[in-house]
């Protein structure tokens, strides 16, 4: 009989949950450069089979750690359908049954099929946003680049985001869907949620709208980036008024970001608003950076799904 355990795991256990699968999301599987970093605040799980790691699990604890999120799961190959994730998750339950602060879990995918426990009035769809994604190299696109910062672009820092995500009337402006998104993580507008997505992977630009003697942010794009097998993976979300003028500007700055890798392969995908972002700018601008729109990303909407655990 074969000898299954359940058991947390951690930074040192990289090399064996990467063995468990190398084949995911197309060449653009985000665990093998973020797994160190979620290891420092979120909780890793695995599965063995005979001391062979064939299941792993990591969760995040976000909103004042009201809110659990599932970051990754993986199943080794020949082990699908045999049982395995139902019981880790049976195993994580137990871990987090005296969880008293515990009050909701999100979910977020790109399968709409997936939208059944909604329709059963199980769970709430908390928001949905438009995918598109582009691919390009950046021996073409860093010619086409200007090549001094635009002034009307500034960068966040953590004390910035602290703050508006401190301000109603800012978070009711750019968040209308009540929450921000990074790396397909919706985090309710706390403030404290910046520890979670302000990291090294992180950059934030901010355009400013100056209105009278007031100043507000006008646009924010928030970018997630690493490498992946396949090259570069820059993820980016769009918040506030989209002009032209001023997203031409903000991708300029991601795309010169990317050039800063060692990579040449950029995978460049974008959520945004469909009804509040206008899909003719962000198409004209990747087209004026040299970037190619693609269709072999695997979703072309996100959605955020709800369930309270209380």
Same mark, same amino acid.
């Given at each position: 009989m074969d000898l299954i355990e359940c058991r947390q795991v951690n930074i040192e256990d990289y090399d064996d949950v990467m063995d468990i699968r190398d084949d995911v999301y197309d060449g653009l599987d985000y665990l093998p450069a973020l797994y160190r970093s979620m290891m420092t605040n979120h909780v890793g799980y695995a599965l063995t089979v005979n001391k062979t790691m064939v299941a792993f699990r990591c969760d995040a604890f976000i909103d004042d750690g009201e809110t659990m999120l599932t970051r990754a799961l993986r199943v080794r190959k020949g082990y699908e359908g045999r049982g395995m994730v139902n019981r880790l998750g049976d195993f994580i339950s137990q871990e987090i049954a005296g969880n008293l602060r515990l009050k909701r879990k999100v979910f977020t995918f790109g399968n709409?099929?997936? $939208?059944? !426990?909604?329709? /059963?009035? !199980?769970?709430? $769809?908390?928001? /949905?946003?438009?995918?598109l994604f582009y691919q390009g190299l950046v021996s073409k696109v860093a010619p086409s680049l200007p090549t001094v910062t635009n002034t009307q672009i500034r960068i966040l820092n953590k004390a910035d985001m602290q703050k508006l995500l401190s301000s109603k009337t800012d978070t009711d402006r750019l968040f209308p869907q009540g929450r921000i998104i990074a790396d397909w993580v919706p985090y309710r507008l706390l403030a404290t949620n910046v520890d979670y997505f302000f990291n090294d992977f992180c950059l934030i630009l901010g355009s400013d709208c100056k209105n009278g003697e007031s100043v507000r942010l006008e646009l924010m794009t928030l970018a997630v980036s690493y490498t992946v097998p %396949?090259?570069?993976?820059?993820?980016?979300?769009?918040?506030?008024?989209?002009?032209? /003028?001023?997203?031409?500007?903000?991708?300029?700055?991601?795309?010169?970001?990317?050039?800063?890798?060692?990579?040449? %392969?950029? %995978?460049?995908?974008?959520?945004?608003? /469909?009804?509040?972002?206008? $899909?003719?700018i962000i198409t004209k601008t990747m087209q004026q950076f040299g970037m190619t729109a693609s269709d072999k990303f695997h979703s072309t909407i996100m959605y955020a799904v709800e369930e309270l655990t209380i």
């Amino acid at each position: 009989m074969d000898l299954i355990e359940c058991r947390q795991v951690n930074i040192e256990d990289y090399d064996d949950v990467m063995d468990i699968r190398d084949d995911v999301y197309d060449g653009l599987d985000y665990l093998p450069a973020l797994y160190r970093s979620m290891m420092t605040n979120h909780v890793g799980y695995a599965l063995t089979v005979n001391k062979t790691m064939v299941a792993f699990r990591c969760d995040a604890f976000i909103d004042d750690g009201e809110t659990m999120l599932t970051r990754a799961l993986r199943v080794r190959k020949g082990y699908e359908g045999r049982g395995m994730v139902n019981r880790l998750g049976d195993f994580i339950s137990q871990e987090i049954a005296g969880n008293l602060r515990l009050k909701r879990k999100v979910f977020t995918f790109g399968n709409k099929t997936l $939208l059944k !426990k909604v329709e /059963q009035g !199980k769970a709430t $769809l908390v928001l /949905q946003k438009a995918i598109l994604f582009y691919q390009g190299l950046v021996s073409k696109v860093a010619p086409s680049l200007p090549t001094v910062t635009n002034t009307q672009i500034r960068i966040l820092n953590k004390a910035d985001m602290q703050k508006l995500l401190s301000s109603k009337t800012d978070t009711d402006r750019l968040f209308p869907q009540g929450r921000i998104i990074a790396d397909w993580v919706p985090y309710r507008l706390l403030a404290t949620n910046v520890d979670y997505f302000f990291n090294d992977f992180c950059l934030i630009l901010g355009s400013d709208c100056k209105n009278g003697e007031s100043v507000r942010l006008e646009l924010m794009t928030l970018a997630v980036s690493y490498t992946v097998p %396949n090259g570069i993976r820059y993820n980016i979300e769009i918040y506030g008024s989209l002009t032209e /003028q001023l997203f031409s500007c903000h991708m300029a700055e991601h795309l010169r970001k990317c050039s800063t890798f060692e990579h040449e %392969n950029i %995978n460049f995908v974008i959520h945004y608003e /469909q009804g509040r972002h206008d $899909l003719d700018i962000i198409t004209k601008t990747m087209q004026q950076f040299g970037m190619t729109a693609s269709d072999k990303f695997h979703s072309t909407i996100m959605y955020a799904v709800e369930e309270l655990t209380i």
